[in-house]
């Protein structure tokens, strides 16, 4: 099944759309903003988890969103640099009552995964970037590959014209219309003002300086292809202590997500199985509201009696209260308490 949008406001007024999918470990994915639509999944599919070895399977809660801009998302407000983008990010968050999480960047999405993790550490558990890039004037536009001029207003008939070779460019011998249908999914993501906006930003987006502040654990997984370089390799060597993975890409959908990039972000995460397995001798680490949850649930306090003393929705005290039994694998108020008494992450009563 799809999951259901959801739809929050910044702010400064931008009306995003979003989902959450999953339960686990809390995983938001920064909007890719080129072709992004939360109707579309064209790479990253992880919510195909469940039948197919290409997405990310359980023990995770995916957050994915649609940045203004793009998708389903207010796309009137068109603005895509860091601070709007920052903006958008921290909507989603007050939206989903996550305060510490993993941050993923894929691509175009990584230099605001890399600009939050390096202002925000506090916040974020990880970082997982996948073919980053630090400079966006690096990633030469397909266009330019297939001997297009570049690009800076376009008619209605030449969008339509440019997002066709683009799709005829990704899904190459594929049926044509499997390449209509793509460049049709180009144009309801993006209107041309909203491309021309994002190609001038990527022209100008430069993290370089920030790659040396990141100090959060960081996974950059890269793709070995012949059609691409491998700017991460750079990314990754910026990072401090930064962890890097390579495969070798599809060859036949260079972008597509891969089953080892599953395995390697669960097992830098350390989930097996579905669930969040701590390092030997070692407790998990929960958040500062997590700890108050679990004080009051092992003093007894309902879901209902525990968000009014908290002033949050039930909704979010369950959401809070899964993550806490995820983080330490238990299953029940039984449970959790034996275990918070335990390892004295509370006092008992």
């Given at each position: 099944m799809n999951p259901s949008i959801r739809f929050t406001t910044t702010c400064d007024g931008a009306r995003l759309a979003y989902y959450t999918m999953g339960r686990g470990v809390p995983?938001?994915?920064?909007?890719?903003?080129?072709?992004?639509?939360?109707?579309?999944?064209?790479?990253?599919k992880e919510h195909y988890r469940s039948n197919s070895p290409g997405g990310l399977g359980p023990g995770l809660q995916i957050v994915r969103y649609d940045a203004r801009g793009t998708g389903l998302s207010d796309r009137s407000r068109i603005d895509f640099s860091i601070e709007a983008q920052i903006r958008d990010l921290e909507a989603i968050l007050e939206a989903t009552g996550h305060e510490q999480f993993v941050l993923f960047g894929r691509r175009h999405g990584a230099p605001l995964a890399i600009t939050y993790a390096?202002?925000?550490?506090?916040?974020?558990?990880?970082?997982?970037?996948s073919i980053p890039h630090a400079r966006g004037r690096e990633m030469r536009p397909l266009f330019e590959n297939l001997g297009l001029e570049s690009v800076s207003e376009m008619t209605e008939e030449q969008w339509?014209?440019?997002?066709?070779?683009?799709?005829?460019?990704?899904?190459?011998l594929m049926p044509n219309r499997m390449a209509e249908g793509l460049a049709r999914s180009y144009r309801e993501s993006m209107t041309p003002e909203s491309y021309l906006a994002f190609l001038r930003w990527r022209e100008?987006?430069?993290?370089?300086?920030?790659?040396?502040?990141?100090?959060?654990?960081?996974?950059?997984?890269?793709?070995?292809?012949?059609?691409?370089?491998?700017?991460e390799v750079e990314v990754a060597s910026a990072i401090?202590?930064?962890?890097?993975?390579?495969?070798?890409?599809?060859?036949?959908?260079?972008?597509?997500?891969?089953?080892?990039?599953?395995?390697?972000?669960l097992d830098f995460l350390g989930i097996k199985d579905g669930a969040f397995r701590a390092p030997n001798g070692t407790v998990p680490s929960l958040t500062h509201r997590e700890?108050?949850?679990?004080?009051?649930?092992?003093?007894?306090?309902?879901?209902r009696l525990i968000a009014e003393h908290l002033v949050l929705s039930e909704r979010t005290v369950a959401r809070h209260i899964a993550n806490i039994?995820?983080?330490?694998?238990?299953?029940?108020?039984?449970?959790?308490?034996?275990?918070?008494?335990?390892?004295?992450?509370?006092?008992?009563?």
């Open positions: 995983f938001v994915a920064t909007s890719g903003l080129q072709w992004g639509h939360l109707g579309y999944t064209l790479s990253f390096a202002l925000y550490p506090e916040r974020v558990s990880h970082l997982v970037l339509k014209s440019h997002t066709r070779m683009m799709a005829i460019a990704t899904v190459g100008e987006v430069d993290v370089t300086d920030v790659l040396p502040r990141v100090t959060v654990p960081t996974l950059v997984l890269s793709l070995r292809a012949s059609t691409r370089p491998r700017l401090p202590n930064a962890v890097i993975v390579t495969n070798d890409a599809d060859e036949t959908v260079p972008g597509r997500w891969l089953p080892a990039e599953t395995e390697a972000v700890t108050e949850i679990l004080g009051l649930l092992v003093q007894g306090f309902s879901n039994y995820q983080k330490t694998g238990v299953h029940g108020r039984a449970e959790v308490t034996a275990y918070a008494l335990r390892h004295n992450l509370v006092q008992s009563t």
